[in-house]
């Protein structure tokens, strides 16, 4: 429970600049997927990763501390407290975090000299914590783990001890939803294909992780649906074999007071390419068209403004998917003890 409650508020807390991200109103911004080593195996690769050309320190990181030519001054296995900082000697209150060992020397060295004549302090790491990615949904072991290394996404689900399987018709199948998985970083989501990755083995997809990354794989075996946006209870509904899009507004506790009735965006498929369809439910509603039917883990978007441009409100969608799984995923997790959303309303 105290795994999962972290997890969350970490979640949270990296999620909230999103709104402040400049792009179209309410959608998370996708960035372009960065170049893969074309490799397994972090270790194998011939550059370092990004964050490792600047290693910094952070929460739960263990040093040591020691002053030439007084042993008697060592202090072994120091660990730099949740706030980031970390304290030797006189030295008390250093904020730690996002500095390299040899600055964090060159701090304590600058305010032990205003006790000591020319002090000499070494500052040696014994053990990095800090530097943390999370895997999230239909895997094995489902957690955060430690960033020691350079790591790909194959590594990580590796890890998480894989993607979760299970029986169809005496077939083993996967129970992620690869079309629809995602990984944010900096708020962000990367454009990474998960199918392309993990069942066509492209390797252009193995990108490297970097500190605070979220990997999420949705259930693929979950027979629901996802009416999302300016409907009154947002969320997941359990799919049966009638349903509609007028049929699952209704479910939702039916349109919010702002919404835009006339005109209802249904993205079905992947994240990547997927296939969007509107539906006029004003001629639903007179009797001039049918209902639209639905399948499993379409999204039915409602917005809350008149719209023209498909592209623009399927962003939306895709945001408002990524938020719900990951309320979703922490509601089923954690169950009552936070009851408020952990991602943020855009």
Known sequence: MRIAVTLALAFAV????????????????????PEAPQVFAG????????????????????????????????????????????????????????????????????????????????VTPVEFRSKKFYVLGKVVNKGAYTLERPITIIEAIAQAGGLETGLFQLNTVEMADLPRSFLIRNQQRVAVNFEKLFRNGDLSQNIFLEPDDYLYFPSSSANEIYVLGSVRSPGAQGLDMDAS???????????????????????????????????????????????????????????????????????MAATSFIQAMVTIWTGKSIGPVIKNPFVPTL
Do not use: H
């Open 14 to 33: 990296a999620v909230a600049p999103w709104a402040a991200l400049a792009a179209p109103e309410g959608v998370i911004p996708v960035v372009p997927k």
């Open 43 to 122: 270790s194998n690769a011939k550059t370092k990763a990004a964050w490792q050309t600047r290693y910094t320190l952070g929460p739960n990181d263990v040093v040591s501390f020691a002053f030439y030519g007084r042993p008697e001054l060592a202090r072994p296995d120091v660990l730099i407290g949740p706030d980031g900082r970390v304290g030797y000697m006189q030295a008390q209150g250093i904020m730690a975090s996002g500095l390299t060992i040899d600055e964090l020397r060159e701090t304590v060295t600058a305010e032990l000299a205003k006790f000591y004549r020319r002090p000499r302090i070494i």
């Open 245 to 315: 899009v007028l049929g699952a507004i209704t479910l939702g506790g039916g349109f919010a007071e702002r919404a835009y009735k006339q005109r209802v965006l249904v993205v079905r498929g992947g994240l990547e390419n997927p296939k969007r369809f509107v539906v006029n439910l004003a001629d639903v509603l007179a009797g001039k068209a049918l209902d639209f039917r639905l399948e499993p883990r379409d999204i039915v978007y409602v917005s809350d403004q008149p719209w023209s441009r498909v592209e623009d409100l399927a962003d």
